[in-house]
């Protein structure tokens, strides 16, 4: 899970196995003394348009997005708003004929 905490970038680390026998969430601190901080995920509208969404747990979409973009300044970013965009690949899954 990675979150914004005031200025900085937080990751929670636990894994679904962890979870179920109670052990502690790893966290750790990415970045501090960010300006901007930004997520955006590409989706498919009812439509078959691409759209950025804020979200997309809450959306009325099934799968994951087809990319996240990340708009960050600050820290070792410096100043300047940088924009960074990661594909996510989509696999099709085949009917195995055996």
């Keep these: ?8 970038l937080i990751r929670t680390e636990q894994s679904l196995r962890e979870k179920s026998i109670g052990k502690e969430k790893k966290r750790e601190v990415l970045f ?3 300006e901007t901080f930004r997520f955006e995920y590409l989706t498919l509208d009812p439509a078959g348009e691409f759209l950025w969404q804020k979200e997309w747990l809450n959306q009325p979409y099934i799968g994951l997005p087809r990319a996240v973009r990340l708009t960050v300044s600050g820290d070792v970013f410096g100043k300047e ?8 690949p989509q696999g ?3 009917k195995s004929h055996e």
């Design 92 to 94: 099709i899954l085949l």
């Design 1 to 8: 899970r990675y979150e914004k905490e005031g200025n900085s």
């Design 32 to 34: 501090e003394h960010l």
């Design 81 to 88: 708003t940088k924009t960074f965009e990661i594909l996510i």
